[in-house]
């Protein structure tokens, strides 16, 4: 599985942008999946988890609330929208794929260790201005 993250740019503080993240293969609805950040000179973090069939989602406290994870698996594309952004939020952020002999539930993927991921994305940079 090959994976695209788009969507980033600069916004103003309390704006809104809606990131995506194409996956190629046949196998999309296959993979949990994730979004991570990481601001430079900070560890990668997590922001939110879906589970395969979108049932299930979980979002870190820091951006719940105002991020919300979806996805589409006819278009094998995971998205994050995010609304009422704040410069913390600035970013280059990153999609994850999990496989399910590693999948447990979409809580648990929010402390998996990043190289149990099977899949990352390229990064997409998201830089808010105040």
């Known amino acids: 599985v090959q994976l695209q993250a788009s969507g980033g740019g600069l916004v103003q503080a309390g704006g809104s942008l809606r990131l995506s993240c194409a996956a190629s293969?046949?196998?999309?609805?296959?993979?949990?999946m994730g979004w991570f950040r990481q601001a430079p000179g900070k560890e990668r973090e997590f922001v939110a988890a879906?589970?395969?069939?979108?049932?299930?989602?979980y979002t870190a406290d820091s951006v719940k609330g105002r991020f919300t994870i979806s996805r589409d698996n006819a278009k094998n594309t995971v998205y994050l929208q995010m609304n009422s952004l704040e410069p913390e939020d600035t970013a280059v952020y990153y999609c994850?794929?999990?496989?399910?002999?590693?999948?447990?539930?979409?809580?648990?993927?929010?402390?998996?260790?990043?190289?149990?991921?099977?899949?990352w994305g390229q990064g997409t940079q998201v830089t808010v201005s105040s």
């Open positions: 293969g046949r196998t999309f609805s296959s993979y949990a």
């Open positions: 994850a794929a999990v496989g399910r002999t590693r999948f447990t539930s979409t809580q648990a993927m929010a402390f998996m260790p990043i190289n149990e991921y099977d899949y």
């Open positions: 879906i589970s395969r069939s979108g049932g299930a989602t």
